[in-house]
């Protein structure tokens, strides 16, 4: 098991050094995550676990994750290259599907569930998307992550 971590802890010491703008995504990832899961804890007022690997609530992950990529790549390339406007492209469009697309499907299986009587153990995953502001908390969370690699 020791050896295993070492050579887990080496793999990610080499990510980190050849691609920190990964390592900046991944942890604003992570960090929304650990947030979302102590959030969602301390509303419930016991440990939720499963909110560590799941989707919905505050604040996003996906939001932090791809906002803290546009970030680096706009710190690195510069804000006028060609790449930071995809990656922007393709983070604005994964900004508006957690707030319209996903949260819409989130809603339609809560009606479903509701309709179908499954309140106490829905068929359906009702927490997908997110509200506008767990969106702009994960996007905020994503930019300081950044910051904090690339200042």
């Known amino acids: ?71 680096a790549v706009g710190s690195t390339h510069g804000w006028h290259s060609d790449l930071f406007a995809v990656v922007a492209v393709f983070s604005t469009i994964v900004l508006y599907d957690a707030v319209n697309i996903r949260y819409a499907v989130g809603q339609q299986a809560r009606f479903l569930n509701s309709f179908l009587g499954r309140g106490d153990d829905p068929e359906f995953k009702e927490q997908l998307g997110h509200t506008p502001q767990e969106v702009v908390a ?14």
Request: glycine share 4%.
């Open 1 to 71: 098991m020791h050896e295993l971590f070492h050579a887990l802890a080496f793999f990610l010491h080499q990510v980190a050094d050849e691609n920190r703008m990964l390592v900046t995504a991944a942890t604003a990832m992570a960090a929304a995550q650990v947030i979302k899961f102590i959030v969602s804890s301390v509303r419930a007022r016991t440990i939720l676990s499963e909110r560590l690997f799941s989707s919905g609530g505050m604040p996003s992950s996906h939001s932090a994750m791809v906002t803290a990529l546009a970030a």
């Open 138 to 151: 994960g996007a905020v969370l994503g930019v300081i992550v950044a910051l904090l690699y690339y200042i």
